[in-house]
């Protein structure tokens, strides 16, 4: 079953997703050879915490509680990489991805960095996966279902040479982080017999592609937390919380729009 959000209170989820995307320029403003994930997740978790917000994923419950604020995810790691004393280091590809909560609303968004100059294979690797997102953006002013999407966006992947992550998806969103509907990147049986979605003013969804330049298959790290590839080949991953509105789609986690929603956040980063 769909939650369906009125117009007041995407607005209030605007307000949330925000603060996502300044932190993630926060995060963007830090890379560079030497930086560690660590320093990345304190320096968000500052602007969060600065911001009256409550960020999404330090101490979600598993094996261990997740200890930060960030997934900082590097090269082969697809997502849920813990920050820590780990440098960056030239031609890495560094997925950070990040949430938060604001007046009881949440917003949650990805963005993979490149460190410094990175091979043409890292660099098509990210091209295509933004793309993949931009296609979904697209496609969900002009679909009637979900699947109509995911197959333009698996489309986009697998006719460029990759693959897409299959065993973790999107989400709904809106006043916890996990809501239904599970949002695939991709189309198989499952999703056409039972998961299929009608796309309609009110429905609100992160949507987060995955693509490895390599195998889809996945290896959980013994943290508990990091995912690889399977192959040890690199992976990218970028991510929007987004609304669909009577007038279009509205990009929940996007840059502002307007005066109003500018904030200076000059201090949290690093020139």
């Not at 679909?143 to 109509?148: H, L, P, T, Y």
């Not at 919380?241 to 000059?266: K, M, Q, S, Y």
Request: with cysteine.
């Amino acid at each position: 079953m769909l939650t369906l959000r009125s117009e007041r209170e995407i607005q209030k989820m605007r307000r949330a997703g925000l603060l996502v995307w300044y932190a993630l320029q926060i995060a963007g403003s830090m890379m560079r050879p030497g930086i560690t994930t660590g320093e990345i997740d304190s320096q968000v978790e500052r602007f969060f915490l600065d911001h009256k917000s409550i960020p999404l994923f330090k101490g979600v419950p598993g094996k261990v509680p997740f200890p930060a604020v960030t997934c900082i995810s590097v090269n082969d790691e697809i997502v849920h990489g813990i920050p820590g004393k780990r440098e960056l280091i030239e031609g890495d590809i560094v997925g950070v991805d990040t949430g938060c909560k604001l007046d009881g609303w949440c917003g949650d968004a990805a963005f993979t960095f490149p460190i410094g100059k990175i091979s043409s294979k890292a660099a098509k690797l990210l091209d295509v996966t933004k793309r993949t997102l931009e296609i979904a953006i697209e496609s969900l002013a002009v679909s009637s279902k979900w699947s109509e999407v995911a197959t333009k966006m698996e489309n986009c992947a697998k006719s460029n040479g990759f693959s897409v992550v299959e065993s973790l998806v999107g989400h709904g969103i809106g006043r916890e982080m996990h809501e239904l509907p599970q949002v695939p990147n991709f189309v198989n049986r499952d999703l056409l017999r039972y998961g299929d979605f009608r796309i309609q003013p009110g429905l609100v969804i992160a949507v987060e592609p995955m693509v490895n330049l390599g195998t889809k298959n996945i290896h959980v790290e013994k943290d508990h937390w990091t995912i690889r590839t399977k192959d040890r080949q690199l992976s990218a991953h970028f991510e929007h919380t987004l609304a669909v509105t009577e007038t279009g789609v509205l990009v929940l986690t996007g840059e502002p729009v307007n005066d109003d929603e500018r904030i200076d956040v000059t201090k949290y980063m690093m020139a």
